[in-house]
């Protein structure tokens, strides 16, 4: 059976989230905003700043009077500090004047207090010729009235809060958060905590999956363990359906007979996507129970992180109308030889190591240490190997989680 290529599972997953219905939208104050979706297009209702003000601690002075207070002087006629409101400058004067604080009508230029003296006469003199016009932010200069700040679908990072914050905008419409079950399959699974009797591992997947998911702010509904059992399974799926936007799963999605999540789907569900030409995570599964889209990761600890933030976190984000949903991917020099060609892109844990991407460990889907020392994922395409030096894709978990 052939597998599918990665970037094409990427589109039909967007494709797919795209066509869900609508999600409702939400007032949230900005201080609640922080990685939540934007619902509609901000503008802008002032300038920022308001009006001409001083880039620097000094004195504000009008152009034609450089060459006066560079041979002779000024007089100080008024002192202006941030949050006053100045009177007009006095023709052939100077204004005291401080970091932020407004331009006294009839003034156009500033000089900093350094490169000042005040003279036996009390005068304000320059030491060195100021060009017109210096130490000056516009009006205007960040936002215009009338511009637009933010596009919807936009995911909010704090720069963007605080930008709007900067128009005086206290509340925001946003994007109802997806309501996310996580369930974690296999009858050889424990919680940590519990004694591990033969056979039994302890449950790494919920703990991975749950964090990655709070980290998009979502509400999640942890459902724990389902066994390896279809008519359990069936149950669990029904009553998590119900409830949830999107049910994520890891485990049970590969051909063995204790892999009952995948027949599950495919019997009393739908299944839309399987298969991939990526490693690690192959039997990546879409598909969708009682109408509930359903996404099956692999059980293989280290496929749950890679298929997660390469696939499941563009969905995600897709599905409550997010418009960048790419993960950033950086050019950087290979600090190693890959040795084989591979039937599927690989994506190794990997970290920076002077300016160079190395594999920061054992590469087994099995593997999680490795992963903690990662600081990335590193593609190996496939069918190539990248030699020393060479360019690779680095895609930086601060990027890919953030
Ligand atoms: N005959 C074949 N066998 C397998 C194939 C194949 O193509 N043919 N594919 C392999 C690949 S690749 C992967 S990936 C795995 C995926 O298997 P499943 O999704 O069915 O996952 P499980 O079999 O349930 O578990 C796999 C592995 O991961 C451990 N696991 C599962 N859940 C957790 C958890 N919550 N926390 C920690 N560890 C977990 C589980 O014990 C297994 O060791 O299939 C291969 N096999
Ligand atoms: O796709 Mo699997 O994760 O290679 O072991
Ligand atoms: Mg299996």
Redesign the pocket.
Known sequence: MSLMPVEQALQLLLEHAASQPALGTEQVSLNAALGRILAEPVEATLDVPPWDNSAMDGYALHSADIATALEQGLPISQRITAGTAPAPLQPGTCARIFTGAPLPEGADTVEMQENTQLNSNALMQLLQPLTPGANVRPRGQDICVGSRVLEAGTRLRAQDLGLLASIGIAELKVVRPLRVAVA???D??REPGEPLGPGQ??????Y?LIGLLQALGLVIIDAG?LP?DPEQTRARLRALAAQADLIIT???????E??C??QVLREQGQVNLW?LAI?????F?LGSFDGTPVI??????A??LVTFVLLVKPWLLRRQGGTDVAPLSLSLPAGFDWPRAGKRDEYLRARLEAGQVVPSGNQS??VLSSASQASGLLLIPAGQTPRRGEAVQFLPFSGLLG
């Open positions: 974690s399959t296999g050889e699974l591992i302890y449950n790494s997947n919920r991975t363990i390896d890891s485990g049970g999605v590969s051909v063995g204790a892999d999540l995948g298969k490693k690690p995570g192959k039997p599964t099956g990761l692999p059980g293989n600890p496929a749950v889907s099995g």
